[in-house]
Nanobody
């Protein structure tokens, strides 16, 4: 099992920045994919950013150029740097990871962007 715990959410003004962290209990090196999802009230959960073990990156069109996913293998942590935040970025953000046998989710961290 690879438990995931998010942190770094909070309230920020439009145009501001936040960095979310996802700490894994265990090595993230074995995870085939790492990602961040988000879900706003009344909306479906959507993929925000994805990082594969092969080093490829994918971003939702709505956040491309503003958000960056990265990882630190030594700390077993994945990050989501969010810049130029907009009110429509308000959502619960979830950390995601998968290996050959299971999918793992964090419990989420709230990000609220005020106008």
């Amino acid at each position: 099992q690879v438990p995931l715990v998010e942190s770094g959410g909070g309230l920020v003004q439009a145009g501001g920045s936040l960095r979310l962290s996802c700490a894994a209990s265990g090595s993230i090196f074995s995870l085939g994919a790492l990602a961040w999802y988000r879900q706003a009230p009344g909306k479906q959960r959507e993929l925000v950013a994805r990082l594969t073990s092969g080093g490829s990156f994918n971003y939702a069109r709505s956040v491309k150029g503003r958000f960056t996913i990265s990882k630190d293998n030594a700390k077993n942590t994945v990050y989501l740097q969010m810049n130029s935040l907009k009110p429509e970025d308000t959502a619960v953000y979830y950390c995601y990871g998968s290996d050959t046998v299971a999918t793992y989710w964090g419990r989420g961290t709230q990000v609220t962007v005020s106008s």
